[in-house]
């Protein structure tokens, strides 16, 4: 067990890098802002406050593509779905580069395997303020060939009797029984109470930070990436707000680029990063 501990003025960001690179909790003045639990209690990455998503994000169609004429797959890695979910670094121990009381970096050398054919380079920066926290991820493809790669975060937020998200977006992703998405609609934005959302869905044409709130903060949640994940569930105590950088199952897509995933060449990196900016209510 690798357990990591930031501190500014009230707020505590407690990390597993061993567990995915995962942050088990973030709190402010004892109360959670994520999903939170002390670091030595956490049993694994799925029940994390947020965890690195990288070399894709959500659903990987029937764990199967094909990539410039050759066909690949993927292991099984949630539960029962057909489909692997959220790339390989959540499930990995990652390493502690460096820290400081405000700051820490993490790394993870991946080197191909069943979870994901290509090797790669991942980093992970976090920067926790007063005020505010920072996340960085940087990927390096270490692979001969160019790789199929996206980024992002799946922050869980901890769900209070009157938490409620504004977003300003255009589009929305429709999706089949199994979670892939299916069509675009448009969707003007988001603006209600978590209790009465109902998604589970990508959303396109992002604007503006993601403004989330409830009877004991206030937070914007803001990023490089230009997609967003959403997943209201009525039966938890959390719900999600992903900034991601493709649409979901884009490997599959005609277009893979179109839709957000980088074609990174041998050496190349891509990077990211995303903001949680925290005031009381």
Avoid at 130 to 159: D, I
Avoid at 163 to 186: C, F, K, M, N, Q
Wanted: aromatic share 10%; with cysteine.
């Amino acid at each position: 067990m690798s357990t990591l501990e930031l501190h500014a003025a009230d707020l505590r960001l407690a990390l597993r890098p061993d567990l995915g690179g995962a942050i088990a909790g973030l709190w402010k003045g004892g109360l959670p802002l994520l999903r939170s639990t002390e670091p030595e209690a956490l049993a694994s990455s799925r029940l994390a406050g947020c965890y690195p998503l990288a070399p894709y994000s959500n659903r990987l169609g029937y764990r199967r593509f094909r990539w410039q004429g050759q066909a690949y797959t993927t292991a099984p890695n949630f539960d029962d779905s057909p489909h692997s979910l959220h790339g390989v670094a959540w499930q990995r121990p990652w390493e502690v580069v460096s820290s400081s009381p405000t700051q820490a970096e993490l790394q993870l050398h991946h080197g191909g395997d069943a979870d994901w054919p290509f090797a790669f380079d991942l980093r992970q920066r976090l920067v926790l303020g007063p005020e505010s926290l920072e996340l960085h991820l940087a990927l390096t493809n270490r692979a001969p060939q160019v790789q199929p790669a996206g980024l992002g975060w799946h922050p869980y937020f901890a769900r209070r009797p009157h938490s409620r998200l504004h977003i300003e977006l255009t589009d929305r992703w429709e999706s089949d029984a199994s979670g892939l998405p299916t069509r675009r609609v448009p969707q003007p934005g988001i603006d209600g109470e978590v209790a009465h959302l109902a998604f589970d869905h990508c959303f396109e044409g992002w604007r503006g930070a993601a403004r989330i709130r409830d009877e004991k903060f206030s937070l914007k949640l803001s990023s490089s990436l230009p997609y967003l994940v959403v997943f209201t569930p009525d039966t938890k105590a959390y719900y999600c707000v992903e900034p991601v950088s493709h649409v979901s199952n884009a490997i599959h897509m005609s277009d893979p680029a179109a839709h957000g995933l980088r074609l990174l060449a041998p050496n190349a990196t891509f990077d990211a990063w995303m903001k949680l900016e925290i005031a009381s209510a």
